[in-house]
């Protein structure tokens, strides 16, 4: 069946990089996205990956794709205190669905 | 509870046609968020209101769309003039903020897919 799995909890300290992984069961999967949900807000799109890259990045956030296992990461760089959200990792299947994993909840300590 | 509910399920529409979508929250809920759905992009947030006030609205892609909330059961998303790349699923979602819990959780409704021909 189709699932996305990931880690519920992170704690980093602030500085050092956060990386939060994902994976994921249905190989058809076309779009890989990273969410952000911070409290009382919606979700925001943070990065996406075509499938067939293997990655991509974008300021601070770097994206790793390895489709043979299906695992996905989210690095952050030099972790700030702002970054402390929730971070949900999705896949796209077809054009009108989308299978989110419960979110990971990343804690910054000082 | 009936959860989120939407309409027009479906809607196809012609160009340069105005398009209404409806929204009902759960009752009781405070945050009321808009989200289009499609195969780039994913999910997108498009704006979001906390009772009834619209919060942030940097996600509404132009001028073309708007979105109101007259009261704490019913929101809108209008596209005027309606384009061919506007073509998606638009969701609708509620959540209760609490200050106990430290996280809200969001309730979707089934979508409006949208065709503009």
């Known amino acids: 069946g189709e699932d996305v799995e990931q880690s519920l909890f992170l704690s980093v300290r602030e500085g050092d990089s956060s990386v939060i992984n994902c994976t994921y069961t249905?190989?058809?999967?076309?779009?890989l996205y990273w969410y952000k949900q911070e409290p009382g807000a919606g979700l925001q799109l943070l990065t996406y990956?075509?499938?067939?890259?293997d990655m991509k990045q974008d300021q601070r956030l770097t994206v790793l794709l390895n489709k043979k296992d299906k695992h996905l990461s989210l690095r952050i760089a030099d972790t700030q205190t702002g970054d402390s959200a929730i971070y949900f990792c999705?896949?796209?299947?077809?054009?009108?669905?989308?299978?989110f994993g419960k979110g990971t909840r990343l804690h910054i300590l000082p | 509870d009936a959860g989120v509910i939407q309409s027009p399920r479906h809607e196809v529409t012609e160009m340069g046609q105005e398009v209404t979508l409806r929204c009902k929250p759960i009752s009781g809920h405070d945050y009321l968020f808009w989200y289009r759905q499609t195969m780039m992009r994913g999910l997108e947030l498009l704006i979001y209101?906390?009772?009834?006030?619209?919060?942030?609205d940097s996600g509404m892609p132009e001028d073309r769309f708007s979105a109101k909330m007259p009261n704490a059961s019913f929101s809108t998303l209008k596209i005027q003039p309606s384009e061919p790349r506007d073509s998606a699923v638009y969701f609708c979602?509620?959540?209760?903020?609490?200050?106990?819990?430290?996280?809200?959780?969001?309730?979707f409704g089934p979508g409006t897919r949208l065709t503009v021909l």
């Open positions: 999705a896949e796209s299947i077809t054009d009108d669905k989308i299978i």
């Open positions: 990956i075509f499938s067939n890259m």
């Open positions: 249905d190989s058809s999967s076309t779009y």
């Open positions: 209101f906390n009772n009834n006030v619209p919060i942030d």
């Open positions: 979602a509620s959540s209760l903020w609490t200050s106990e819990s430290s996280t809200d959780t969001q309730y």
